[in-house]
């Protein structure tokens, strides 16, 4: 099957036009020979099956940054009949470097300019027959987010792939042909300008103009972010809750009328094992999945509108200060998502130090799985009001954690790594966009989170009701040795041998915790969970729990990620050992001054 | 004609003033990236603003608008 490979620079849209191109049929997978992650879909262009591959946001081929690495290590050790290069047409002026690059290798190659609407609102023509002509290569002007023109680039690419015969060999001295050709690159970029292109003598975005004014003012534009920040976790909270507690109470409806009469006739241990584990687990991390849904729908949103990339510049001065720059802020605002693909995203830097003080930083986001948790906990122990006051003081948490890491650590991972972001013009994402890929988003978290939710929440089951005959959960069962083993050291701190169990689970996956507390507690009805977990434990153990919980390890593919991208098992062991540490301490912190109150009186 | 005038730094343009790039002085890495962003000499590049706390810097070169830290800018010479 041929091969296609798609480059592009950041912000060109490349990865909505690979959506656009395959569908939902692309997936994420291992490519031979890269240790790295990439989308690839198979794709029927004229009844020709061909296999697309979208290569990392690049700009410049020789350039010296990770995603560089890979690109490069791609065309070298993959035949590819085809490239395809997505460039921003409203920045044609600068972006016609990498088409050039690929020109330069000898590859067989399409240039796709994406955007088209945009270049056209801010002014910029292009006449594709003439830059084709001088350029050699098919040019295509096309607007993936609205659907144009992809029907065209389709064709194209059929015709690139039948026309002349293919390389098949990967490419060879790679970077002393780039060499090559590196000094004339300007000049053949400007006289291709020159000939087909024609810029506005000024700036025409006034919307992004008039909106940078107030959101990028030096006084005005940190509290408007973060007012915008808390409405938008305000508006999750206030859409997401009531749906997740009926999906909840539906699920338990459903189990208990539907299912336990079903399973009546298999012996009660199996009955158990299916419905209050299995069941039971997984219906409870299965009613988070709106306020997932909804919180990925947000950050899409800020992203795509360009205000993410405002963010880091209006942090970028504060971040400096702890070591980190704007662009981790950003990785960290997105980890509130999910920590995993965040960490992913620290491969734009290249300092080492930077990066690895990024990613030490990451995991004490509060992400999307740990917050099913807090809401849980918060609603079971404390009134809506004092609930919202809760979660937002996790919140805090998580960003003081963030900061004290920073500064602790950021004289051993020093950098001065310069900082270049673009700041594209806002826009207006459009609806089925951002509702597909939030669903692509809660899709992937359910599928990966799935089997880990099984997995522990079987486990947690088993552990309750081993050795067989065991009253479940009670001391005498496997994990109620557990939770004596480590009561020693966590008791201190408020962590009841049951609670233990949820926290060792949880180190696999925040997901699992939830339906682990279902299964140990025995009871699905959220409500009825949350009065047996409220009669079990008081508040402030409730609370030091969640303190805990938002510290520790968020999940193994966090710790797997981290050891595959910073590719030390010290730092990874490290960055275990210091989120243990630190959520140890600020828990004994918090229990320990809450149980003195207490006793003084002052608190209830 | 003048000897000399002080070099202007593209930190100290006023919001909204343009200026020519007149060479860039960074290492090999930085020198790619500030390229393939668009800086190059000839160029124009305008400064829109300043962030708080000795931030970044808003500019625009060409068709892109992006920050940059005052330190990195320095090393974008600009014609006087």
Not at chain 1, 86 to 113: C, E, H, K, T
Not at chain 2, 50 to 59: E, F, K, M, S, T
Request: charged content about 15%.
């Amino acid at each position: 099957m041929s091969t296609i490979a798609v480059v592009g620079m950041p912000n060109t849209g490349k990865s909505t036009l690979f959506n656009q191109l395959t569908g939902s049929h692309a997936h994420i997978g291992n490519w031979p020979g890269l240790t790295v992650e990439l989308m690839q879909a198979e794709l029927v262009l004229e009844g020709q099956p061909v296999q697309l591959v979208d290569l990392p946001g690049i700009y410049d081929l020789r350039g010296h940054s990770e995603d560089e690495a890979v690109v490069r290590r791609f065309l070298e050790s993959t035949p590819v009949e085809l490239v395809v290069v997505v460039a921003n047409a409203s920045q044609i002026d600068r972006q016609l470097r990498l088409a050039l690059q690929v020109r330069q290798l000898g590859l067989p190659a399409l240039l796709l300019l994406n955007m088209a609407d945009e270049a056209r609102r801010f002014g910029v023509a292009i006449n594709t027959e003439r830059l084709a002509a001088d350029l050699g290569l098919p040019v295509i002007l096309l607007s993936a987010k609205y659907r144009r023109g992809l029907a065209e680039a389709r064709q194209a690419m059929a015709e690139a792939l039948t026309g002349e015969p293919h390389q098949q060999a990967p490419v060879r001295a790679l970077d002393s042909r780039l060499a090559q050709g590196d000094a004339a690159l300007d000049g053949a970029m400007a006289q291709l300008v020159q000939a087909a292109v024609s810029l506005p003598p000024q700036w025409r975005d006034r919307l992004t103009r008039r909106l940078d004014a107030w959101l990028l003012h030096p006084l005005l534009g940190l509290p408007l972010f973060f007012l915008a920040m808390a409405l938008m976790f305000q508006a999750i909270y206030a859409i997401g809750v009531p749906v997740q507690e009926g999906l909840a109470t539906l699920l338990d409806q459903f189990g208990q009328g539907v299912i336990k009469p079903l399973l009546l006739p298999l012996p009660p241990f199996l009955q158990g094992f299916l419905l209050e584990g299995l069941y039971q687990g997984i219906g409870t991390v299965t009613a988070f999945l709106p306020v997932i849904f909804l919180f990925f729908l947000a950050m899409g949103v800020v992203e795509d509108s360009g205000y993410l990339s405002r963010a880091a510049y209006l942090m970028d001065a504060f971040m400096e200060r702890l070591g980190l720059d704007g662009r981790s802020f950003v990785l960290s605002l997105m980890g509130f998502g999910c920590n995993v693909p965040a960490i992913l995203g620290t491969r734009v830097m290249r300092d080492p130090g930077l990066r690895l003080l990024s990613m030490l930083v990451i995991p004490f986001s509060l992400c999307s799985a740990r917050l099913n948790v807090f809401l849980f906990m918060a609603a079971a122990f404390f009134t809506p009001r004092q609930g919202g006051l809760v979660i937002f003081g996790l919140y805090v948490m998580s960003f003081v954690a963030a900061l004290i890491t920073a500064l602790l650590f950021k004289g051993r991972f020093g950098s001065n790594e310069p900082l270049l972001l673009e700041l594209p013009p806002y826009r207006f994402p459009t609806l089925p966009q951002m509702l597909s890929r939030a669903w692509a988003e809660v899709r992937h978290f359910w599928f990966w989170a799935r089997r880990f939710i099984i997995i522990g929440v079987v486990a947690v089951w088993l552990l309750n009701n081993l050795p067989l005959g065991v009253v479940p959960a009670s001391a005498e069962s496997l994990s109620g040795r557990l939770g004596t083993l480590m009561e020693p050291l966590l008791a201190p701190i408020g962590i009841n041998p049951k609670l233990t169990v949820a926290l060792v689970f949880g180190f696999i996956a925040k997901e699992i915790v939830l339906g682990g507390l279902a299964v140990i507690y025995g009871q699905a009805d959220p409500a009825a969970l949350s009065r047996a977990i409220a009669l079990d434990v008081s508040w402030p153990q409730a609370v030091s729990f969640m303190l805990f919980t938002l510290l520790y390890t968020p999940c193994l593919s966090t710790v797997a990620v981290i050891r595959s991208e910073s590719k030390r098992l010290g730092f990874t062991v490290f960055s275990v050992l210091w989120s243990l540490l630190l959520a140890w301490l600020v828990s004994f912190v918090f229990f320990q001054g809450v149980s003195l109150l207490q006793r003084l009186g002052a608190l209830g | 004609m003048l000897e000399s005038s002080p070099p202007v730094q593209l930190a100290d343009l006023a919001p909204g003033a343009s200026a020519t790039i007149a060479s860039l002085s960074a290492d090999p890495g930085l020198r790619q990236r500030l390229e393939a962003l668009g800086f190059r000499p000839g160029q124009r590049v305008q400064l829109l603003r300043r962030a708080w706390w000795a931030g970044p810097l808003h500019v625009r070169v060409g068709m892109t608008e992006l920050m940059l830290r005052r330190r990195d800018a320095a090393l974008v010479a600009l014609a006087a």
